[in-house]
């Protein structure tokens, strides 16, 4: 691809990636019915392993297209940009099926519950504790990830890399003490349609936690390798975007699940 | 239609085929310079402002010019753009993911065909 394009757009290369993901993908898939149905674990740590190798490469290639071969124009940018709003839009109604859920066996409990919410039997956790102390911790997250994209607006690269660690770790705290809270809960996913719900919707929150602090750990590391400048840093944006989306699902949880629900 | 960078507005617009000369992020491969569209004046890049405040050295260097030669170099595909360890990562992969998956299309093919218990 030698000369000049008269174009602003990115006409990516062949990539093996596709089909690597794709295989990976059955493989899982196939290995998660191997573990359920005859309880061996070999073709699924395979089929992690693969999906796992297959994203770090596929998106060290994104990071050379756009950092080290400079093809993500405002256009392109615009495009990602577009995409990361679909994609996020699509994590919404994800959330929004468990919410309604939850307010389906909530709102009017039945007679199996005993008529009351939460159902005879159930001791919930009490919202004013822990996921209380959760609520600040994430929602002080949401600060310093927004110091940190200041920072690198102004160029000043100490101040973002400080501001992402403290992202990063109030992001792994959340983890650690969701993690408590989950094995100190005096009721179990098993345990009707309070726990199901209970254990499904903020189970996934968790997850989208842990996926969140991993693309803010990136970041960290894309910054500390000087990466990102004061106006293209797309790959710190989409992150911060998603950790917001993370911290907004959690208000809706505790206020409805954990508070209401309560 | 052609287009090109406007520096006032900081957008690409519509430009006849002269002005279009270079448009954003068409700089021929070979120019081992970082992109002025992205790198020059205005931006900051975000290292150079507090890297090495008093003259300290800093810490991690900014290797990012050289990688920026290595990957704009015409030659290899994208994925295998640095030799050595990419290719031993993209050959260890392939051949993972076609054990991978004849290994699953084994399991598969054995768990459609159960064998009748002995008693």
Redesign the interface.
């Known amino acids: 691809m030698a000369g000049y394009q008269v174009h602003p757009w990115h006409l990516v290369e062949p990539s093996p990636w596709p089909l690597v993901g794709g295989s990976a993908a059955f493989t899982l898939t196939v290995g998660l019915v191997m573990w359920f149905h005859y309880n061996s674990t070999v073709l699924l740590v395979l089929g992690l392993m693969l999906v796992v190798v297959t994203m770090v490469q596929w998106w060290r290639d994104v990071i050379r297209e756009a950092t080290f071969q400079g093809c993500h124009t405002s256009y392109v940018l615009a495009g990602l940009r577009r995409g990361m709003v679909l994609f996020i839009i699509s994590e919404v109604f994800f959330f929004l099926a468990f919410f309604w859920a939850f307010f389906h066996s909530s709102l009017a409990p039945t007679v199996e519950l005993g008529v009351t919410w939460p159902p005879v039997g159930i001791h919930p956790l009490n919202a004013f504790a822990v996921p209380l102390l959760n609520t600040a911790v994430l929602l002080s997250s949401g600060v310093t990830v927004t110091w940190a994209h200041h920072a690198l607006m102004e160029g000043k690269r100490m101040e973002a890399i400080q501001a992402l660690m403290f992202t990063v770790m109030l992001g792994l705290y959340f983890t650690a003490l969701q993690a408590w809270e989950y094995y100190e809960a005096p009721f179990t996913i098993a345990d009707g349609v309070y726990g199901s719900t209970f254990f499904v919707a903020t189970g996934f929150h968790g997850l989208h936690v842990i996926i969140g602090s991993t693309f803010l750990i990136v970041c960290l590391g894309r910054q500390v390798v000087y990466h990102y400048t004061s106006s293209h840093h797309f790959g710190f944006e989409a992150a911060a975007w998603y950790w917001h989306f993370v911290d907004v699902v959690w208000l809706f949880l505790y206020v409805c699940i954990y508070w209401w629900g309560s | 239609m052609?287009?090109k960078?406007s520096q006032m507005t900081g957008?690409?617009g519509a430009a006849s085929?002269q002005a279009?000369?270079?448009?954003?992020?068409?700089?021929?491969?070979?120019q081992t310079e970082a992109?002025p569209?992205?790198?020059g004046s205005p931006?900051?890049?975000?290292?150079?402002?507090?890297?090495a405040p008093q003259g300290k050295p800093a810490i991690?260097r900014?290797?990012?010019p050289e990688?920026?030669q290595?990957?704009?170099k015409?030659g290899n595909?994208?994925?295998v753009?640095r030799g050595g360890l990419d290719t031993v990562?993209?050959r260890?992969?392939?051949g993972?993911?076609v054990?991978?998956?004849v290994?699953?299309c084994f399991?598969?093919f054995q768990?459609m065909m159960p064998k009748k218990s002995e008693d």
């Open positions: 052609f287009y960078f957008r690409i085929q279009a000369f270079r448009p954003e992020g068409v700089l021929p491969l070979t992109p569209l992205i790198f931006v900051k890049p975000a290292g150079e402002v507090a890297a991690v900014n290797k990012v990688m920026q290595i990957m704009q015409p595909l994208l994925f753009k990562l993209y260890g992969t392939m993972l993911v054990v991978g998956v290994y699953a399991g598969l768990a």
